[in-house]
């Protein structure tokens, strides 16, 4: 599976931007796919996972603001950011794994370039 994120870009606070993720490969629509962030100075970190079935999981900073979403038959993702805030500041990457679901990061082996997000205050 190869992975393309896009969308990113500058926008003031309380802002919104949509990421997407176009997946090239046969088994996109059976694997797990998440969105991480990595600001500057800082460790790469989750912000939300969802299943081929549509089951999600957001990290606590982001629930309500960011919504994850997928279409399988496209193969791409999606991450749509509300109400951003300057502290959402960062590249973000989409991945994807096989199998089971996972919040550890090790353990998704296929990996977006990133697209950098930055919020203006």
């Known amino acids: 599976v190869q992975l393309q994120a896009s969308g990113g870009g500058l926008v003031q606070a309380g802002g919104s931007l949509r990421l997407s993720c176009t997946a090239s490969g046969r088994t996109f629509s059976y694997g797990f796919m998440g969105w991480f962030r990595q600001a500057p100075g800082k460790e790469r970190e989750l912000v939300a996972t969802?299943?081929?079935?549509?089951?999600?999981y957001y990290r606590d900073s982001v629930k309500g603001r960011f919504s994850i979403l997928r279409d399988n038959a496209k193969k791409e993702g999606y991450l749509y950011l509300d109400s951003l805030e300057p502290e959402d500041t960062a590249v973000y990457y989409c991945a994807a794994k096989r199998g089971v679901s996972s919040l550890v990061q090790s353990e998704y082996p296929y990996w977006g370039q990133g697209t950098q997000v930055t919020v203006s205050s």
């Open positions: 969802i299943s081929s079935g549509g089951s999600t």
